[in-house]
C-alpha cells in the first residue's frame, strides 16, 4: 500500500460516493476506483460497501481508515519537520573546535550564524587534542571541525579560512628589549603552555626545534582559561593567537611579535558526504567571512 491509496480511501469515507472523492482528490474516479481495488487486495478485505451512487465503510473499511488518517497525520507532521530543517528553521548544528579558536573564529561565526538562523541550535565540543577533533568529525559525533589546517585533517575535506598570527605574551614587569621575540630568546624565558600535542603546544616546539633549541616549560597546564591569568600573575610568558593576546594586553600583559614570525592556518573540516542544510550554511557562511 502507499500514502496515496489511504488518502483515496478516506475521500471515499468522507465524501461518501467514489464520484465526489475522486473530484476532492484531483484525479480520474477509475483511477481512485483501481487505488480502493488494490489496497483491498493487500489487506484481504472489503472497505465500502457500494450503495448505488453512494458507498460507506464496512466495519472493516472504519478500522483502517481511522489507522489510514493516522497515517497519514504523521507523514504530513514529518514532511513538515523535514521542510522546517531543510528551510533551516530548526535543527541542530555540532561544531568541534580546538579551545583556541573556540573565541575566533568560532565565537564570532556561531554569532553571525544565529542572527541569520535563530531556529537552529549550535552546540560546540572543545577537545584538548587536534587527534580528538579529527576523530570526532571523522565519526560524525560533529559535522564539522574548526582547526589547525597546518598539521591536521588528513583525508578530510579542508576548507581554508585564514593565518593566524601567534604573539608571545608577557608578564607586566617583563623587562626586555624593544622589538619582535627571537627564538633565542623565548628558549630563555620561562612558559606557561599547554600540554604536548596540543595546537599551540606544536606551533612552540616546532618552532624551537627548527633552531636547535627547547622550551623552558614552567607551568603546563591544560585549562586555556588560566593561561592569562598565570601570565599575568608573573608565572611566565605564553604563545598565543594574536586576538586571545590583544585581550591580554588590555589587561596589562606586553605582547611582542616573534622572530620569525609564527602562525597557523585556520579552517573547517568535514567528511565531505553530504552535509546536513546547517552544516552546509555554516560552511557557506564561513566561506563569505574568511
Known amino acids: 500500500?502507499?500514502?496515496?491509496?489511504?488518502e483515496y480511501a478516506i475521500a471515499v469515507a468522507d465524501h461518501g460516493s467514489f464520484t465526489g472523492a475522486a473530484r476532492a482528490v484531483h484525479v480520474s474516479q477509475p483511477s481512485l476506483s483501481?487505488?480502493?481495488?488494490?489496497?483491498?487486495?493487500?489487506?484481504?478485505?472489503?472497505?465500502?460497501?457500494?450503495?448505488?451512487?453512494?458507498?460507506?465503510?464496512?466495519?472493516?473499511?472504519?478500522?483502517?481508515?481511522?489507522g489510514a488518517r493516522q497515517v497519514v497525520r504523521d507523514m504530513a507532521e514529518l514532511a513538515s519537520t523535514v521542510a522546517a530543517v531543510t528551510e533551516l528553521r530548526t535543527g541542530t548544528l555540532d561544531l568541534v573546535a580546538l579551545p583556541t579558536l573556540a573565541v575566533d573564529p568560532v565565537a564570532q561565526l556561531v554569532g553571525l550564524f544565529r542572527t541569520q538562523h535563530p531556529g537552529i541550535t549550535v552546540r560546540v565540543h572543545e577537545p584538548e587534542d587536534p587527534v580528538d577533533l579529527e576523530r570526532m568529525v571523522r565519526s560524525g559525533?560533529?559535522?564539522?571541525?574548526?582547526?589547525?589546517?597546518?598539521?591536521?585533517?588528513?583525508?578530510?575535506?579542508?576548507?581554508?579560512l585564514f593565518r593566524q598570527e601567534i604573539v608571545v605574551v608577557l608578564p607586566p614587569?617583563?623587562?626586555?628589549p624593544d622589538g619582535p621575540v627571537t627564538m633565542r630568546v623565548l628558549a630563555g624565558l620561562p612558559l606557561v603552555a599547554s600540554p604536548i600535542g596540543t595546537s599551540i603546544r606544536r606551533v612552540l616546539d616546532h618552532a624551537l626545534a627548527r633552531d636547535g633549541r627547547t622550551a623552558q616549560i614552567a607551568v603546563e597546564m591544560a585549562s586555556r582559561e588560566a593561561i592569562v591569568p598565570l601570565v599575568l600573575a608573573g608565572a611566565g610568558a605564553a604563545l598565543l593567537p594574536r586576538s586571545l593576546a590583544d585581550e591580554a594586553a588590555r589587561r596589562g600583559a606586553q605582547v611582542r611579535t616573534l622572530q620569525p614570525k609564527l602562525g597557523r592556518r585556520v579552517g573547517l573540516l568535514h567528511r565531505g558526504t553530504h552535509l546536513s542544510p546547517a552544516a552546509q550554511a555554516f560552511v557557506d557562511l564561513a566561506r563569505s567571512e574568511r
Open 1 to 6: 500500500m502507499d500514502l496515496r491509496q489511504l
Open 34 to 66: 483501481h487505488g480502493i481495488r488494490t489496497l483491498e487486495r493487500e489487506l484481504g478485505v472489503d472497505l465500502f460497501t457500494r450503495l448505488g451512487r453512494s458507498s460507506e465503510p464496512t466495519v472493516a473499511g472504519r478500522a483502517v481508515i481511522e
Open 141 to 160: 559525533r560533529a559535522e564539522i571541525g574548526v582547526c589547525d589546517l597546518t598539521t591536521g585533517g588528513t583525508g578530510l575535506m579542508r576548507v581554508e
Open 173 to 176: 614587569a617583563t623587562e626586555l
